[in-house]
């Protein structure tokens, strides 16, 4: 079914895409929780129609799917955990509900984040999202660190081909919890349905080079099996670069997933991340 798509809403989309822009001007940092897809791909999934994920990478990174899900997954990265509950098929309008939550030093105070996210078509190939936000942290001296924010996001689909955008921060973030203004541009390529590229470039205020690049690739098999790979680096001096796998088993109804970030340096640790989502 074809979802209606009001002229009006034309209007918002460029005043929002403006507002990104202009916001986009500022200091940038990387998001505070990095979903199972975006590990498994070399975090470059910020221009592609995902699920879940979207709810915490690109707000608008759903809305050209119709599906009601239930996400959660487990990473060793801080031993995090997250839940999600997307729904791109009720309305015309996607909304979602993320939570996550990741150990610190101070086992009394995790680290914690709580998203909340709107989306829709502005035009039959255009998507717009919004994810409004909450984070709250100790600092070293266990005193309770808090945030109120949004991002915003962009998707252009033709199918075969998405790009899109992320202006994460628009209000200034924290930089006591390194959240502050960046822009994410990525886009997806695939063929034939079974394999897809994707790649993401993240970047700062004051330098047009993007400081960190990502790139993955997607195979899909006729036995309902996926297999992910991916590749990240940042150009500046002796910053850390990461190959990344994954690994899905995709049924009409529920899917399992395994993802793995390890660094091409030796002397850091591999990041492992699994998780389930489930269709209604």
């Known amino acids: 079914m074809t979802r209606k798509v009001n002229p009006l ?7 929002a895409l403006a507002l990104g822009i202009f916001c986009s001007t500022y200091v940038f940092a990387l998001p505070a929780y990095i979903p199972l897809q975006e ?15 979207s709810i915490f990478s690109n707000p608008a990174g759903s809305v050209f799917s119709q599906a009601y899900s239930v996400d959660g997954s487990y990473s060793t990265a801080d031993r995090t955990l997250s839940a999600s509950v997307l729904d791109s098929r009720t309305s015309s309008f996607t909304g979602g509900i993320g939570y996550y939550r990741a150990q610190t030093d101070i086992a009394e105070q995790p680290r ?21 936000k909450m984070m709250w942290a100790p600092d ?22 998405e790009a899109g955008a992320v202006w ?22 695939g063929y034939n349905k079974q394999l897809f590229f994707s790649s993401t470039s993240y970047l700062s205020w004051g330098d047009f080079t993007p400081y960190q690049y990502g790139f993955g690739v997607e195979y899909i098999t006729t ?10 680096f940042q150009p500046a001096a002796n910053a850390p670069s990461f190959w990344t796998g994954g690994l899905s088993f995709n049924s009409p109804k529920l899917s399992v997933h395994y993802a793995v970030e390890f660094p ?6 591999n990041t492992h991340s699994v998780g389930a989502t489930m269709l209604f």
Do not use: C, P
């Open 39 to 53: 590990r498994a791909q070399g975090h470059s999934l910020g221009g592609a129609n995902v699920l879940n994920d």
């Open 9 to 15: 809403r034309t209007h918002h989309f460029v005043t």
């Open 264 to 269: 091409q340096l030796s002397g850091q640790s």
């Open 223 to 232: 036995y309902y099996i996926s297999l992910k790979g991916g590749y990240r």
């Open 112 to 132: 914690q984040g709580l998203h909340l996210l709107l989306g829709t078509r502005v035009q039959d190939v255009v998507a717009l999202g919004a994810t409004g």
């Open 168 to 189: 994460r921060n628009v209000g200034g973030g924290n930089e006591a919890l390194g959240q502050t203004r960046e822009l994410a541009v990525g886009g997806r390529v």
């Open 140 to 161: 070293a001296n266990g005193n309770s660190i808090r945030m109120m924010d949004a991002d915003i996001g962009t998707l252009t689909s033709f199918g075969f081909w």
